[in-house]
């Protein structure tokens, strides 16, 4: 780092972005910060959680910027007074991971409700993050949409309360489905004998937003320093710098700030 560099970073100071499990495991941030902060000289510190808990921590102001994928919650975190405006930002998709030998018999099912069904009729082994993150409101809906209530689960039903990575190595040592955001499942080592199961249905599109936490309501809000995070985000420098994020040549995120 520059001395100038330096010294733009000591008086920008930093900003703390809550955001989800699935940005950081994928290894987006690692890719899109260094590019942020030396264009801008200001530090992010990232705090990841799933959705829910990163829409508390702006609602208790420790965080200035929230960058989340649940966008009911959001628009009741905007109804709340919480954000000063919502953008959409990127988006991708969720896929269901299964294992090779497919107890369910779902692999190459297009109707993802309808592999849900399978999986509840077959009792076979199904990890939930059971975290209110972005993914677990995805998968609960889903369960909606098969007609289960999946509060009357049984031993084959496992939540987890853990993050996309921890909950796809506990699927992993269980041979067991899971719903999982593709760009975490991309980066995603410990796979044993899991493989995605289905893909494609229109209802496992995954869209992410980033909303400035209320300076009104929270004044100790760096406001000006998220801003500027906030609108590089959704410029084309940082639209780009999105969409070049890959992993072995596939695309993780697709920006659509402007869309």
Same mark, same amino acid.
């Given at each position: 780092?520059?001395?100038?560099?330096? $010294?733009?970073?000591?008086?920008?100071?930093?900003?703390?972005?809550?955001?989800?499990?699935?940005?950081?495991?994928?290894? $987006?941030? @690692? =890719?899109?910060?260094?590019?942020?902060?030396?264009?801008?000289?200001?530090?992010?510190?990232?705090?990841?959680?799933?959705?829910?808990?990163? $829409?508390?921590?702006?609602?208790?102001?420790?965080?200035?910027?929230?960058?989340?994928?649940?966008?009911?919650? !959001?628009?009741?975190?905007?109804? !709340?007074?919480?954000?000063?405006?919502?953008?959409?930002?990127?988006?991708?998709?969720?896929?269901?991971?299964?294992? @090779?030998? /497919?107890?369910?018999?779902?692999?190459?099912?297009? /109707?993802?409700?309808?592999?849900?069904?399978?999986? @509840? !009729?077959?009792?076979?082994?199904?990890?939930?993050?059971?975290?209110?993150?972005?993914? =677990?409101?995805? !998968? $609960?809906? +889903?369960?909606?949409?098969?007609?289960?209530? +999946?509060?009357?689960?049984?031993?084959?039903?496992?939540?987890?309360?853990?993050?996309?990575?921890?909950?796809?190595?506990?699927?992993?040592?269980?041979?067991?489905? +899971?719903?999982?955001?593709?760009?975490?499942?991309?980066?995603? @080592?410990?796979?044993?004998?899991?493989? &995605?199961?289905?893909?494609?249905?229109?209802?496992?599109?995954? %869209?992410?937003?980033?909303?400035?936490?209320?300076?009104?309501?929270?004044?100790?809000?760096?406001?000006?320093?998220? %801003?500027?995070? &906030?609108?590089?985000?959704?410029?084309?420098?940082?639209?780009?710098? &999105?969409?070049?994020?890959? &992993?072995?040549?596939?695309?993780?995120?697709?920006?659509?700030?402007?869309?």
């Amino acid at each position: 780092m520059t001395v100038g560099v330096a $010294l733009a970073a000591a008086l920008a100071g930093f900003i703390t972005v809550a955001s989800t499990t699935s940005t950081e495991q994928s290894g $987006l941030f @690692k =890719h899109l910060l260094p590019i942020f902060e030396k264009k801008s000289g200001i530090q992010v510190r990232v705090v990841a959680v799933g959705t829910g808990q990163a $829409l508390d921590i702006g609602r208790r102001g420790d965080a200035d910027v929230v960058l989340v994928h649940a966008k009911p919650l !959001e628009e009741k975190f905007m109804a !709340e007074g919480q954000g000063v405006k919502r953008y959409d930002v990127m988006y991708n998709d969720f896929v269901l991971i299964g294992p @090779k030998s /497919d107890p369910a018999h779902v692999q190459g099912t297009k /109707d993802v409700a309808v592999a849900f069904r399978k999986i @509840k !009729e077959a009792q076979a082994p199904f990890v939930s993050r059971g975290d209110r993150s972005g993914t =677990h409101f995805a !998968e $609960l809906a +889903i369960w909606r949409l098969a007609g289960i209530d +999946i509060r009357e689960k049984g031993a084959w039903y496992r939540d987890t309360g853990q993050g996309m990575g921890p909950a796809l190595n506990t699927a992993a040592a269980m041979n067991a489905y +899971i719903l999982s955001d593709r760009g975490t499942w991309l980066s995603f @080592k410990n796979r044993g004998d899991l493989v &995605i199961a289905v893909e494609g249905d229109r209802r496992l599109y995954n %869209q992410y937003g980033v909303m400035l936490v209320n300076p009104a309501k929270h004044p100790n809000v760096k406001a000006k320093l998220g %801003q500027a995070f &906030i609108d590089w985000l959704i410029s084309p420098e940082g639209q780009d710098a &999105i969409a070049s994020y890959r &992993i072995n040549g596939e695309q993780l995120f697709f920006p659509n700030a402007h869309e």
